[in-house]
């Protein structure tokens, strides 16, 4: 039976090792030079320990003192500056570590970060633990990570440790020629045909919308977050593994507050889809708190791999599905030589992502997250807003009603037109990007350009994060005007379109950019705007009920005395790897009377 090493026992015995034996072969050294009497005077036992002891720490003291200072002298030679650091008041910045930490438990997303970045310099280097990372939500730097210097930044292998017990080594964890390998494996999904798959879409939606009149019928508030990720999971499991995990057939949660709770039944298959997302939650909550924590995140993991016990439910039912496909690979392939000079860009009618995937000898699963928590983080903060802001919801009704009548089922073209539509779904997605946070690693020194003419340019050196905030950028008020935190759809249509969007492109990336943007965009955007067509059709209205969130949905009191959109959100805005509404989104809609049209 093979034993199983946590990663904090791993990486104590890592450390012990790697200083250890330094440390050890330095009071050898010196205890044998005093037996030898090649000194004039006998070594005292205690300077060899003490020595033995303070060697590596008072080496490495050293090396981050010469860092400092060959760094600095690099980016003078360069004729640039090392960005601002941040300085706490404790050794390696661990206060500051503290502080954000906090913040992200009990604060509003990016709390802490703005007060660094948010201002007229928007880069600062956090060097937590004497380790640099060059924070920026400068459009021009992360459009040189993204795009124009793309080749110079790579997740890296500390990002990709944290990230594989669950991530592996797929399409959004790898570098370099692996990541073009599965970037290939996935790209032939995404063609016009296959992400306009309305039918699919359909089915799915009908079931939505009868789950939500069945409950509004029976008087209670439905968790739209908690069913548009069960619509996702079933959409996108169906169109990526060929397989509907039928989440949405399993009972919804009543609200904490419900007086009565009908004794519903749930079939085996729908508890173990329900297993499958909490467990798939958990995990992705356990490898975004390890980013959070840096390089000493296995200390926080000593007991215990945080991810194993989730993966494991989420490897029960996965596997089988990918063993279902390497069987069904093996009764199909009748003519071996045929499969082998198979183009791996060629994708057969009929055949799943799963399918493509195990012909071409891969298992990258990953790619789940992005067909499930994409689209279901959208539309819950499309709802939430439809709620907040009841004008744009009677606004978009009309152009769905105008567009495509109140019957009708939309196709490709009615959705293309649809310009009010697909303002509201950009709008969302700037204040509420799907991936607030994300990092790369510079391969190369490298120089980026100050956000202020001013100043010299900023030097990047080799090897060090470069983490980004899209979510911080999308909210800037130099970038997007003194309304930067209102939501305002007509943004993307009026004045202020060419005035800020046209001008500078990379100011609004909800989907990344570069060779690494979102192969799934347009499938989003489809999927998206699918449903939301449906739901304008058969809900005249939806209200928040904020009596059914439970006391975690809810925004705490101290936000109210903040600045920002933080003081009126009505919900709790929180991340892992994607955005989501802490406690749900619990809403009450209001049904469009039945048209014989």
Partial sequence: MAISVTPGVAFIVHHVLKLGLPSA???????????????????????????????????????????RFDDKLRA?????????????????????????????????????LMDYVGGSEPVINMRILWSDMFMTVWPDHIKLILATDFQNYEKGSRFQGSMASVLGYGVFNSDGDMWKFHRSMTRPFFTRDRISDFD??????????????????????????DLMSR???DSASEFLFGHNLHSLSASIPYPHNASYIP?????????????????????????????????????????????????????????????????????????????????AAHVEEGESLIDHLVSQSSGDLNIMIAGRDTTASTLTFIIYFLAMYPAVHIRLRDEVLAKVGPTR??????????????????????????????????????????PDPTKKPIYVPAGTKTPYSVFVMHRRKDLWGPDAEEFDPDRFLDERLKKYLMKNSFIFLPFNAGPRICLGQQFAYNEISFLLIRFMQQFTAVTLDEMASP?????????????????????????????????????????AEATSG
């Avoid at 004039?40 to 090396?63: E, K, Q, R």
């Avoid at 003078?76 to 500051?96: F, H, M, Q, W």
Wanted: some cysteine.
């Fill in 231 to 233: 619509f996702t999971l």
């Fill in 200 to 225: 699919l879409f359909d089915r799915h939606t009908t079931t939505v919308f009868a789950i939500i009149k069945e409950r509004m019928r029976n008087g209670y508030a439905i968790d739209f977050q």
């Fill in 263 to 343: 004794p519903e039944s749930i079939t085996p298959q729908a508890a173990r889809a329900n297993k499958f997302a909490a467990a798939f939650l958990e995990a992705q909550e356990a490898i975004s708190s390890r980013e959070r924590y840096g390089w000493i995140w296995p200390l926080m993991e000593i007991w215990e791999d945080k991810t194993k016990k989730p993966m494991e439910i989420v490897r029960a039912y996965l596997d089988p599905i990918i063993q279902d496909a390497m069987e069904k690979k093996k009764a199909t392939s009748t003519d071996t030589a045929m499969e082998e000079k198979k183009d």
């Fill in 25 to 67: 072969l330095f009071g050898i050294s010196l205890q044998s030079l005093s037996n030898r009497s090649l000194l004039n005077c006998t070594i005292p036992t205690w300077t060899v320990v003490s020595g033995s002891v303070l060697f590596v720490p008072t080496l490495s003291f050293l090396y981050i003192v010469y860092k």
């Fill in 409 to 450: 089922r939309p196709n490709y073209d009615d959705i293309r037109e649809m310009k009010y539509l697909r303002a509201v779904i950009n709008e969302t997605l700037r204040l509420f990007p799907v991936v607030p946070f994300n990092t790369r690693q510079s391969i190369h020194a490298t120089i980026w350009p100050s």
């Fill in 551 to 591: 006391p975690e949905a809810k925004p705490p009191k101290h936000w109210a005395e903040g600045v920002g959109r933080k003081t009126i959100e009505k919900v709790y805005p929180r991340s892992h790897l994607t955005m989501y509404a802490q406690g749900g989104l619990w809403v009450k809609m209001t049904e």
């Fill in 76 to 112: 003078a030679r360069s004729g640039a500056r090392l960005p601002n650091t941040i300085e706490g008041k404790y050794i390696g910045n661990v206060d500051v570590l503290a502080t954000m930490r906090r913040l992200w438990d009990t604060g509003y997303t990016a709390d802490g």
